[in-house]
């Protein structure tokens, strides 16, 4: 029996998809440079070149442009790569990389990204999902990776998988590692450092 070839994209298909990777790439650099409230669709139409009904046909309104850079994100920080060694490392103080790890390549890639998010959400109470629903996958990892090291009984005595999640989280955020870069001064090299030892010390036992 022969088998069947899996079937490739249309070009149709793939110049669809190049036009939504380059209305999101316009899109975040105006978020970045301009803020939410001073762009607009118009602008951003003009860049891609592409027109304004193009952008609604390819991503949809401004809001959903917004919310759709939070898939760029997982895409450029090649999220679920790092985060895939939460399956088959074996050594805690490994694990305990991870989460330092994704949050220093979300900021060096997708610091603008973030936030345009933060002031997205600022700017419209209805884009206040763009930002939850990074924190909700932002939670998801850590309590994956909380359960990981329970069942390596890798946590600290006293502390459960839901508590280890949450330190986890609040020393990974992204936002949080803004605030060391932005406000204090920090490099990448010492907010991952940062971020490494301070899961080591609070969840590991």
Partial sequence: MVKSQPLRPSRRAI?????????LQVARRHFAERGYAGTSLRAIASDAGVSVQTIYDSVGSKSD???SLNDLIDREAEVAAIAAEVGFVDDPHQLATVPARITRTIIERCGDIVRAGIDAARAEDELRGLVEEGSRRHRLGTTGLARRLDALGALR?????DAAAVTIGLVSDPRTALVMTDV??????QVEEWITDAVR?????
């Fill in 65 to 67: 442009l917004v919310r």
């Fill in 157 to 161: 005595d006293g502390l459960d998988i």
């Fill in 15 to 23: 110049q669809a998809e190049q036009t939504r990777h380059d209305i």
């Fill in 201 to 205: 010390r609070l969840v590991l036992r």
């Fill in 184 to 189: 204090y001064g920090l490099t990448p090299d």
